[in-house]
């Protein structure tokens, strides 16, 4: 069966009718996916005080000294086009940056660039490794764009599947029963959204095998890096196993490690041929982004613990009090989660399905969900719980749903 059939099953479509003397828009435009999880937003704005787990982005506003460089840019002049690979001050703090974090000497000329967040830097990579009708390996479940992006690039989507039993974590088995003939790339999320898992450094050696022996790029989308929650649990990049580096594209934004989503600042780190491809095809989509805004993301690489280890804590103690309330619930259960700020929760037993859940949840007790068949096939019968909120809000939305559930 296409998996792309599969995923359409799970979107909203937005219906585009042709009007008298409009003329046609495209096919492409048409077939576009929309996530089925932009419908809970839409739900929710109709339900007065409902707590919210479906938001995936940081509870925290933009620290002042990342929103003063901006503002000391701009009124200095900093107004204009920038570099279409981005600022130079920014690319030398953000290899330094990610040196600190593995030990690979990026180089600021060469081997990165900035774009307009990390969703801009995955359609990049996608099109700079995928051609018409090419195989991508997506984790299901996994982030929802991922396969819009595929679909628009006019790749498909050959799904790896990511097993609760194995804590959703993906295995080098499955990346090697998913390769097809057509397979050019595989894409990997660690910490992933909507999961929280993070692939053990052996297995991702083991992966790394797998790609090397079949000549695959991986794009690697490691946003979500910073938050990994357990002394025990190591969070590496593929691109630091062996021989990887010209097999590699990573995916790194500001959006979640610095609570700066709306700055909308992402980049890409791969060898230098693709990463000046990408240059090339930054110019014919947004051309640059703005200077006095990549300023306040140099401020932030260069003095970031105070925010970063403050929202650690805070999601730390989200997750535990969440894993905690899900085991003491009745119909419903959890892994625990190794990162990022998401939780799968399997409502399986409640007798319904993962999207009537949500909807009821929110009509009945006032507590938004996200239904995880939107993240993909294998999402089918889990919500997604994003523990980003206060800790007395995260504890009311808790005894709602538990409320909700002992009245079933």
């Given amino acids: 069966m296409s998996y792309n059939a599969t995923i359409a099953e799970t979107k909203t479509s937005c219906s585009v009718g042709r009007y008298k003397g409009m003329p046609a828009i495209s096919h492409r435009a048409q077939s576009a996916m929309y996530p089925s999880v932009r419908e809970m937003f839409e739900l929710a704005s109709h339900v007065p005080n409902a707590i919210s787990f479906a938001i995936g982005e940081p509870g925290f506003d933009t620290p002042r000294p990342m929103i003063d460089a901006a503002y000391e840019a701009a009124i200095h002049g900093d107004t204009h086009y920038t570099p279409n690979r981005g600022t130079a001050a920014l690319r030398r703090a953000w290899c330094q940056y990610r040196f600190r974090q593995d030990g690979i000497a990026y180089e600021p000329e060469d081997n990165v660039i900035i774009t307009a967040g990390g969703m801009e830097a995955m359609y990049l990579a996608m099109i700079a490794t995928l051609d018409e009708d ?85 794009i ?84 970031s613990a105070d925010i970063l280890a403050t929202m650690i804590e805070a999601y730390r103690t989200n997750r535990d009090m969440v894993v905690k309330a899900v085991q003491q619930m009745p119909l419903v259960s ?27 949840l929110l009509n009945e007790a006032k507590v938004v969900v996200t239904p995880a068949s939107g993240f993909g096939s ?31």
């Fill in 134 to 218: 090419d195989d991508i390996l997506i984790p299901d479940p996994g982030y929802a764009n991922y396969f819009g992006q595929v679909q628009m690039v006019h790749a498909n989507v050959v799904p790896v599947p990511l097993h609760e039993r194995n804590g959703f974590r993906m295995q080098a088995a499955d990346v090697e029963a998913a390769i097809t003939p057509n397979t050019k790339a595989l894409l990997l999320n660690s910490p992933s959204n909507p999961t929280g898992a993070i692939i053990e450094p052996d297995e991702l050696a083991a992966i790394a095998e797998v790609v090397k022996r079949h000549d695959l790029w991986v």
């Fill in 220 to 303: 690697s989308d490691e946003v979500y890096r910073a938050f990994v929650y357990d002394d025990h649990v190591r969070c590496l990049s593929i691109a630091s196993m062996p021989d990887m580096l010209d097999h590699t594209i990573i995916v790194d934004s500001f959006s979640k490690t610095f609570a700066m989503t709306g700055w909308r600042i992402g980049c890409a780190f791969g060898p230098k041929a693709v990463i000046d491809q990408m240059m090339i095809m930054q110019e014919n989509v947004v051309s640059c982004v703005p200077g006095a805004l990549q300023m306040g993301a140099v401020a932030a690489l260069e003095g």
């Fill in 334 to 360: 959890c892994n625990t989660p190794d990162g990022a700020f998401y939780v799968l929760i399997n409502v399986k037993d409640t007798g319904m399905n993962d999207h009537d859940f949500a909807v009821r």
């Fill in 378 to 408: 294998r999402g089918q019968g889990y919500a997604r719980l994003s523990y980003v909120g206060t800790a007395e809000d995260t504890a009311e939305g808790l005894r709602r749903m538990q409320r909700w559930l002992e009245s079933l």
